[in-house]
């Protein structure tokens, strides 16, 4: 499918996967975007797509060369999903020349099994010319591993981004964002960075001032659409937004609940904040809620409360497997309560506290603990505390 120029869509549509990651749901799939240039001087294509769909693949760029050879791989990325193919396109086009840079090559190496002499190991804004277009590579490390980068085409200022600004759900139809609803990717795009890049707010932010010096105008991403005119400003836009830890007004409510005593104070630091103005709530039982549409929630809202009990002289498994992912993720600027139950012996929040030393979100009001049943007193605390998390200092 022709982009623009001598650039072609030749990605695939993944509707089989469960998990991304094997964790993260895909209830819409995933694409995964690589792109082909038939240019007077050479063919290149940049990223590959998972190996599962490789004689899809290889029937796309068919479709486009017949029996012209491609002349470079671009790798702008090695996670698997876009280097998966590397090893049979090189069966098939066994003159091709990859390109990348040194973390490239000894990941290369270290997958495949085979850089060889030939291939281009690039540095930070070296260029190659095809004739129309005309490419220069960024390094752009951590977005989404270190060896990552992005490829920018002058010509028609098309940037291939690799991860970034990428999102989930598989193409229904056509890549181009014109050319379809992009309505529900949006979404899609801030879940994708919560689960995929929420640890990586700095390099995000390197990576951003490094491409405002281009004159974009598509983005060329490894998943989901590719966006166009006002698609580009909303796609930096909303990864400046996240990468700085900027939020709505809103209240996350987190909370696992064995036999519903957890759930009662939930509901009710839920209703605190309502009373006291706070609209925008969530409320995620982590025994049901998908992890990454919790985080989703996290970075698009400031305030989060978190409960739960003790559990096997510790915090109840869901609950702490939600701190353990907030602990590697940049969510600092956000306002926390947490509370939590005990039969027994009270760890529960002593753990969500300890977690906390790692997000450091900034505390509001005293942690809540309450011993076997729930009171009204205790719900009148757990009120409180949601009034106090509705209420900026
Ligand atoms: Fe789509 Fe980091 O791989």
């Keep these: 499918m022709l982009l623009k120029g001598k650039v072609y869509y030749v990605g695939v549509n993944d509707r089989v996967k469960h998990r991304f990651e094997g964790l993260w749901l895909l209830p819409q799939g995933v694409s995964y975007n690589s792109y082909l240039i038939a240019d007077e001087k050479a063919t290149v294509l940049v990223d590959t797509v998972d190996v599962a769909f490789f004689p899809e693949f290889l029937g796309k760029i068919r479709e486009v060369l017949n029996d012209r050879p491609i002349d470079y791989l671009v790798i702008n990325h090695m996670e698997p999903d876009h280097s998966g193919s590397i090893s049979l396109i090189r ?18 190496n270290g997958f495949y099994g085979a850089w060889r ?8 804004g070296e260029t190659l010319e095809l004739g129309h277009h005309n490419l220069t590579f960024y390094l752009t490390p951590m977005l989404h591993w270190p060896e990552t980068m992005m490829t920018f085409d002058t010509t028609d200022g098309m940037l291939f981004s690799g991860d970034a600004f990428g999102c989930f759900g598989a193409l229904n139809g056509h890549p181009l964002d014109t050319c379809i609803d992009a309505t529900p990717f949006w979404p899609e795009m801030e879940r994708y960075y919560a689960a995929i890049l929420g640890k990586f707010g700095s390099p995000v932010k390197a990576g951003l001032k490094k491409l405002s010096k281009l004159d974009i105008r598509m983005i060329c991403s490894t998943h989901g659409p590719v966006w166009t005119g006002e698609g580009i400003t909303r796609a930096i836009d909303t990864y400046s937004r996240m990468a700085e830890g900027r939020t709505a007004e809103g ?9 519903g005593h957890t759930q009662q104070v939930a509901e009710a630091v839920a209703e605190g904040a309502a009373e006291a103005g706070m609209k925008k709530i969530v409320v995620h039982n982590l025994s049901v809620s998908a992890p990454s549409y919790v985080l989703a929630d996290v970075f698009r809202y400031e305030a989060l409360a978190i409960g739960g009990p003790t559990y096997n002289g510790g915090l109840y498994p869901v609950v702490e497997d939600l701190l353990k992912r907030l602990a590697g993720r940049n969510v600092s600027a956000h306002r926390l309560a947490c509370f939590g139950g005990f039969t027994w012996s009270s760890q529960a929040v002593k753990t969500m506290l300890a977690y906390n030393e790692k997000m450091r979100m900034q505390l509001v009001g005293e942690p809540l603990e309450w011993k076997q049943g729930t009171s009204e007193s205790t719900l009148e605390q757990a009120r409180k505390l949601g009034a106090l998390l509705a209420t900026k200092a």
Aim: with cysteine; net charge neutral.
């Design 91 to 108: 069966k098939y086009y066994p003159n091709i020349r990859l390109i990348g840079n040194k973390k490239t090559m000894e990941m290369v």
């Design 117 to 124: 002499d030939g291939d281009l190991c690039i540095a930070d």
């Design 251 to 259: 209240l996350v409510v987190c909370y696992g609940s064995m036999y």
